[in-house]
């Protein structure tokens, strides 16, 4: 089965540990859930995008975790 993981970026694309350690989930849909729940608290804890991996292949990203005004 696949494992759908969050890498952790700042905006320059380095990576740095997440404010709220994710689980591994077994949907995108769940991955994302949970990331529409976190997303502040990564935020504030140092992450400025993140990019969404199905094993090891990128699925999508980098996706901004700041707000954005519209």
């Known amino acids: 089965m696949a494992a759908w993981t969050w890498r952790f970026e700042?905006?320059?694309g380095t990576e740095?540990?997440?404010a709220v350690q994710?689980?591994?989930f077994t949907t995108q849909g769940d991955a994302e859930s949970w990331i529409g729940?976190?997303?502040k608290e990564l935020l504030?804890?140092?992450a400025d995008q993140?990019?969404?991996f199905e094993d090891a292949t990128e699925?999508?990203?980098p996706m901004s975790l700041h707000a954005t005004d519209s």
């Open 50 to 52: 993140v990019r969404l």
């Open 44 to 46: 504030e804890g140092g």
């Open 16 to 18: 740095v540990p997440p």
């Open 22 to 24: 994710p689980e591994e």
């Open 10 to 12: 700042k905006a320059d």
């Open 37 to 39: 729940e976190q997303w």
């Open 59 to 61: 699925i999508y990203g």
